[in-house]
């Protein structure tokens, strides 16, 4: 069972920063790939970005040159820049990994951006 701990939601205003962490149970390194997610409400989960083993790293078209998912492996921490924040951003995010075959969830952690 992996587990997955986020952490450094709030409140901002538009144009503002904030970042995100997660933080897994298990190396970074056992996982091909990991992943941030949002769900807006009465909105699907949808996929923000994503960074693989190698450190490849792809976006959603709406986040691409403001966010940026990073990794640090001394701290075996993902995160989740987020820069110029609009309120459409306002959501709970989500950090996601899979390994053998699971799928994994943290708890998620709101992000309001206020206008």
């Known amino acids: 069972q992996v587990q997955l701990v986020e952490s450094g939601g709030g409140l901002v205003q538009t144009g503002g920063s904030l970042r995100l962490s997660c933080a897994p149970s298990?190396?970074?390194?056992?996982?091909?790939?990991m992943g941030w997610y949002r769900q807006a409400p009465g909105k699907q989960r949808e996929l923000v970005g994503r960074?693989?083993?190698?450190?490849?790293?792809d976006y959603a078209d709406s986040v691409k040159a403001r966010f940026t998912i990073s990794r640090d492996n001394a701290e075996n921490t993902m995160y989740l820049q987020m820069n110029s924040l609009r309120p459409e951003d306002t959501a709970v995010y989500y950090c996601n990994t899979n390994l053998r075959s699971r799928n994994f969830w943290g708890q998620g952690t709101q992000v309001t951006v206020s206008s």
């Open positions: 960074i693989n083993v190698g450190g490849r790293t």
């Open positions: 298990e190396s970074i390194f056992n996982f091909n790939a």
